[in-house]
């Protein structure tokens, strides 16, 4: 019986011997499902994915200064060359997988026949004999195989097929790469558990130090993980990984590269383990970066200047390995998140979204909202980044109100208009008929389509600079006819808004000029950033660089930059902005150190959306307040812990505005606003008894008579307004009282005061 059995293993082993053999030499192996075409191309045609594969790495996306901001990665990894590993765990890996590895060739006969009697007489198989380089072929065909989860399996098949192919590509890749830097590919590319590829990434995880600091003891740990990371997990199983360490230790003193002490003190050490929790994604990020994150991940899977086709941006970012530096300010990026966090509560109703943009160069410096960036609707986390367009990981978008306002005038002054443009102004009007890029709009409602000023008191005349510190409905739909619907639409597109939010296309309605296209904070932060920068617009960017872990330069996208209008045309607009901030719905809004500052503020209709967007010569800020999905009326609402019985502009998000620029300029130098000189309107006419006010000598007489006074005028208020608007137009017509804030527009989700 003992001489059939020691016959039975000497023919298993003859027969397994031969047909790997067989396999080995013979052209074409159709009992195995392997074709000639199929061998000749994995024996003789090795590709470069085997010997140097593209491993899929870690990204660092980086803060403006340097700091991280996140680590993303499909596999965690970076990968190392020999000299930045540690002796030890390349002896160790090695001493315990392959200890002649340095001493056959891709296929280890001895092994082969030592493996085939050991699992004969114990009836299974629990020796293998694949060499290292099988192994890393194995891994390799894993790692090609990427999220295909059937790939995956299929380059995990134990079959003969399988087995022969595999030794075909190690023996060709032995003629092509020497054995250490099979070695060091080796140890890139291999799995240590929880997430962690490599052995960089494996030291990190599990010792917090990078793979040349460990000790014997650390490396022999990783080295006796990698045949089974789940039984050898030293989180869950430290009993188990202890001992196999220590199986690692007696290989390497068995193999002579350590000496018996230290073996013997490698032994005798604690596990030592400093875990950390694998970081992967934008949800790791802090302060509020996380949106930021997920924005510069659209860039790079959208911007053509990463791939011509989405399938080559999207291998770019999955295979990873780049590291980011992104425009993101994280002082700005603090400053704007506190605003929106300490102003709005992340259990409220509504929202705050705010993005801050650098005027003149395009760049995104702060992006931050109320809501954390998450997958938990429980503790109101959400991952709709709300500061952007649909397409780019943000939502539909909101009516923006008043603060469109300012784009018509900017078109009304290129086109030509003077600063000082009066209009009647009545309380409420019919939307007249308008000349558009392609016709003639007409009002064929029935009954036809009005617009109302926000307060019954508010009847013109008024001049554009108190019609857009008044935020006056009907003196914007009348400027917009005389522009026409053309020429706002154009300087909206000069200024980047070219559709809306959600993709939808720009529609020529005389309502767009009350704020009814829906658009993101981070498209009106651009345009008041434009405003800034005296017109010169830039398009959006969040990466100043980009490189590889190897140190070579990726290009990334640039801003492209443009006049939308000229510097004459600025200055009036500055000199109007400046004006709503220090007279009109925007005066209560200050700077602690007194800076001068432009804006516009914007509430929409039953004040589903508020907003108020402004600037300083070196920054512009967009703050949006509202309900998230939209229909919140932020009418007898509690925010932030106040209660508000009506949520203005200037009400919601002014402060907002406000607390984030006074932190984020604070101890910057003071920059004046350049503006035209506008003067305002020469007071009304005293009623009889009053004392007139004194003349101003730099303000030209009126030309011509004066027309009556206009009825019901307010005589209680001559020469001046609350808050110091000019009490009238030369003529003698007096304003009515200055509302603090207002609606606006009724009609056909009009937008209005502010």
């Known amino acids: ?26 052209p074409a192996v159709g009992a195995i499902g392997l074709t000639a075409k199929d061998t000749a191309e994995s024996f003789d045609n090795i590709s470069d994915d085997f010997k140097t594969p593209p491993l899929t790495q870690a990204t660092q996306i980086f803060d403006a200064k340097g700091g991280l901001i996140a680590k993303v990665y499909e ?9 930045q590993m540690s002796p030890f765990m390349r002896h160790a890996q090695v001493d315990i ?27 299974t198989a629990s020796q293998g004999a694949s060499t290292l380089t099988q192994q890393y072929v194995k891994n390799v065909n894993v790692e090609k195989a990427g999220d295909d989860q059937a790939a995956v399996l299929e380059a995990q098949r134990k079959t003969l097929g399988r087995k022969i192919q595999e030794l075909k590509v190690a023996i060709k890749l032995e003629e092509d790469l020497s054995k250490d830097q099979i070695l060091t590919n080796y140890l890139n590319i291999t799995f240590y558990g929880h997430q962690a590829y490599g052995v960089e990434a494996a030291s990190q995880r599990y010792f917090s130090k990078s793979n040349k600091d460990l000790t014997i003891a650390e490396a022999a740990t990783l080295a006796g993980m990698v045949q089974n990371p789940s039984s050898y997990d030293p989180v869950r199983y430290p009993e188990n990984t202890v001992k196999r360490r220590n199986v690692v230790i007696d290989k390497m003193l068995e193999n002579k590269h350590i000496t018996a002490d230290q073996a013997k003190e490698a032994k005798a ?3 030592g383990l400093k875990y950390k929790d694998p970081q992967n994604g934008c949800i790791t990020a802090q302060a509020g970066m996380g949106f930021f994150c997920d924005y510069v991940r659209h860039v790079v899977k959208q911007d053509p200047a990463f ?9 770019l970012w999955n295979t990873g390995g780049l590291n980011i530096y992104t425009t993101l300010d994280p002082d ?58 649909a397409a780019m990981g943000g939502g539909n978008g909101f009516q923006t109100g008043s603060t469109f306002k300012p784009i018509l005038a900017a078109a009304a002054l290129e086109s030509g208009m003077s600063n000082t443009q009066a209009f009647p102004s009545e309380n409420k009007i019919e939307y007249p008929q308008m000349s558009t890029c392609s016709g003639t709009w007409k009002n064929t409602e029935k009954p036809k389509a009005t617009v109302k000023n926000e307060q019954d008191s508010e009847v013109g005349p008024y001049q554009l600079k108190e019609a857009m510190a008044r935020s006056i409905n009907t003196y914007f739909v009348q400027m917009e006819q005389q522009v026409g619907l053309c020429a706002m639409k154009q300087m909206a597109n000069k200024l980047g808004i070219t559709q809306s939010a959600k993709g939808d296309a720009f529609q020529e309605v005389p309502s767009m000029v009350l704020g009814t296209l829906e658009l993101s904070p981070l498209t009106m932060a651009n345009v008041y950033a434009t405003f800034a920068a005296r017109g010169k617009y830039c398009t959006p960017i969040a990466i100043n660089k980009i490189t590889t872990v190897d140190g070579k330069d990726v290009q990334v996208p640039q801003a492209q930059c443009s006049q939308a209008f000229s510097d004459s045309t600025a200055d009036s607009l500055n000199a109007v902005l400046l004006n709503v901030t220090e007279k009109g719905t925007a005066a209560a809004l200050t700077m602690d150190d007194g800076r001068k500052i432009a804006g516009k503020t914007g509430t929409t209709d039953e004040k589903k959306a508020a907003w108020f967007s402004g600037y300083t010569p ?40 406000a607390l984030a620029m006074n932190q984020a300029l604070k101890g910057t130098p003071l920059e004046p606003i350049q503006t035209a000189n506008i003067p305002d309107p020469l007071p009304a006419t005293p009623p009889a008894g009053a004392t007139p006010p004194a003349a101003d000598p730099n303000t030209p007489p009126p030309a011509g008579n004066p027309p009556p006074p206009q009825p019901g005028g307010n005589p209680g208020q001559v020469g001046g307004l609350p808050g110091g608007l000019p009490g009238g137009f030369p003529g003698g017509f007096t304003f009515p009282p200055l509302p603090g804030n207002g609606n606006g527009g009724r009609h056909g989700g009009g937008n209005g005061n502010g």
Request: proline share 4%; glycine share 12%.
């Open 75 to 83: 596999r965690d990894r970076t990968v190392l060359t020999a000299d």
């Open 97 to 123: 997988e392959d200890a002649r590895f340095y001493e056959h060739g891709a296929v280890d006969l001895k092994g082969i026949l030592r493996a085939v009697s050991k699992n004969a007489e114990s009836g």
């Open 1 to 26: 019986m003992e001489h059939a059995g020691n016959g039975v293993k000497f023919l298993g082993v003859s027969v397994l011997s031969g047909v790997l053999l067989a396999g080995l030499a013979l």
């Open 332 to 389: 700005k990026q603090a400053a704007a998140q506190n605003a929106v966090t300490t102003k709005v509560n992340v259990t409220d109703q509504v929202s705050a979204a705010a993005t801050m943009m650098e005027p003149g160069t395009g760049k995104i410096l702060a992006m931050a909202q109320t809501r954390p960036y998450g997958l938990d609707p429980n503790k109101n986390q959400t991952v709709v980044n709300l500061n952007v367009d």
């Open 618 to 657: 070196s920054l512009a800020t967009a703050v949006w307040l509202g309900g998230p999905a939209g229909g919140v009326k932020m009418k007898n609402i509690n925010i932030g812990g106040k209660h508000f019985d009506d949520v203005f502009g200037a009400t919601g998000p002014g402060p907002i505005w």
């Open 307 to 315: 791939g011509k086709s989405s399938d080559e941006r999207k291998k």
């Open 269 to 271: 050490a604690p596990l």
